[in-house]
């Protein structure tokens, strides 16, 4: 794929981070910066049910004090905008997980920290002033994912977000006993990430684990199967307010953070623009990405007559099935 082009602009070039005004000029860049294959891992994603959400904007509402901050696990975030789990992040940038740190720091924003991280947690975690979860796969070793996680945790890991039903490996899920298992003993927040049925939300639930992540992990592209946040609304019905669902899948502006917030998420986890920003800029760039996003949040949210995130629910958006 051929990087765009625009008028009067030297081929190659990246532009100053300052100059890029939302997160989708910030994947061009990132292409610009790396190499084919490498940058084949990070690229699109499928967002055709975006499309089909608009808000309904309010007038004559004071909206002069906006407020995005959440509350989650007892801690007070920012905004409803986390940095997700990206594996290996030394592929886009030399300093890998530690600019996404110094980066999402930055902006005020919690880093989910993957379990095959290019450097060692304790690393990550000296960077992350934001504060971190950690983020494991299945293992066939139930104990040796234990052991990681203790380490994470006592690396200052806030909560664990299990991923589950990932593709292309051998260990594709655990069932309940397996989980019990893990998490004998944890002394924060278990999440489980990957779940994409009312169902499966309410067996989590059910068995008091603490927090879930809706995420289709092959379902970036567009192949036939449901996006994360066309499955949302009815996982949120199912779950009825008994723990924080977060959500992630090629989420790009501001206004998609908000969509997903109307249907009942906590917050949203973002990856691939992340990585967009660190692969052409380190740690500024994962910085004015995610601030791009807290700003293009909070700018939709007072537009459709909101002044805090607890206030925006289905009513603001319409959900048109074509």
């Not at 409803?80 to 290996?88: K, S």
């Not at 499955?231 to 969509?259: E, Q, T």
């Not at 995610?290 to 805090?308: H, I, P, S």
Request: glycine share 10%; with cysteine.
């Amino acid at each position: 794929m051929q990087s765009p082009q625009f008028i009067g602009e030297p081929p190659g070039r990246i532009a100053p981070v300052d100059e890029l005004v939302n997160t989708l000029e910030f994947e061009p860049m990132a292409q610009r910066s790396l190499g084919n294959a490498v940058f084949a891992e990070i690229a699109g994603g499928n967002r055709d049910m975006f499309g089909r959400i608009t808000f309904r904007p309010r007038m004559m509402v004071n909206t002069t004090k906006p407020d995005l901050t959440v509350e989650m696990f007892g801690q007070t975030l920012f905004a409803p905008i986390v940095v997700g789990p990206v594996a290996e992040q030394k592929r886009f940038h030399a300093e890998g997980e530690l600019a996404t740190a110094r980066g999402a720091a930055a902006a005020k924003a919690v880093m989910v920290v993957a379990d095959r991280s290019s450097y060692p947690v304790e690393q990550i975690a000296a960077e992350a002033k934001g504060g971190f979860w950690y983020q494991v796969y299945p293992d066939a070793d139930v104990e040796a994912a234990r052991g990681r996680v203790q380490k994470a945790v006592g690396a200052g890991a806030k909560a664990v977000c299990l991923t589950l039903g990932v593709a292309g490996t051998a260990q594709t899920g655990w069932d309940w006993a397996t989980i019990d298992k893990f998490r004998q003993g944890m002394k924060v927040p278990l999440l489980l990430k990957g779940i994409m049925s009312p169902e499966e939300a309410q067996a989590a639930a059910a068995k008091g684990v603490q927090g879930i992540v809706v995420s289709n992990y092959v379902g970036s592209g567009n192949n036939g199967l449901a996006s994360p946040i066309e499955v949302l609304p009815r996982i949120a019905d199912a779950v009825g307010g008994r723990m924080p669902i977060l959500i992630d899948g090629s989420f790009r502006r501001g206004s998609d953070v908000l969509m997903a917030i109307a249907l009942g998420a906590r917050a949203v986890m973002v990856a691939r623009p992340a990585m967009w920003g660190l692969a052409a800029y380190g740690a500024p760039g994962v910085e004015r990405v995610v601030e791009l996003l807290q700003t293009e949040t909070g700018r939709d949210m007072v537009m459709c007559g909101k002044q805090n995130i607890k206030s925006v629910d289905k009513a603001v958006v319409k959900v048109h099935r074509f």
